[in-house]
């Protein structure tokens, strides 16, 4: 946030302000989703761009690998369980972004999600 705060090309930004309704595939109900920033920014060339970020861990980004019966079945019944949770936590992650990318897309803004590699280019700084 102090690079947002600091970085002369962000006019605004904010946090969690801005909430989308999204289907979740794991009830079939409606949810709010609250993204995580919201950023107006003037480009080199004067024009104003604004942006919703979603920031994650790159590993929650990338579906979960699919599992053979025979890998599944040598596993111990928690990892199952995990990789479970990892497919269900994907799925849920995939239609908030869905709803984020319609909504950007009806007000020329563009949806991101950012993760800490990102982050770390974004600053300078070495993962």
Known sequence: M???DENPSV??????????????PKDGRQHRYF?????????????????????????????????????????????????????IKYGINNAKWEAARAYCESRDWTFQTVTEKHLASMVGLKK
């Open 35 to 87: 993204v995580d920033f919201y950023l107006k920014v003037k480009k080199p060339d004067d024009t104003i761009k604004e942006y919703l970020w979603e920031v994650k861990p790159h590993k929650e980004t990338i579906p979960p690998v699919a599992k053979t019966r025979t890998e599944v079945l040598a596993e111990t019944k928690g990892n199952r369980r995990k990789y479970y949770l990892d497919v």
């Open 11 to 24: 006019i605004a930004w904010s946090s969690e302000e801005i909430v989308i309704p999204y289907i979740s």
């Open 2 to 4: 102090v690079y947002l």
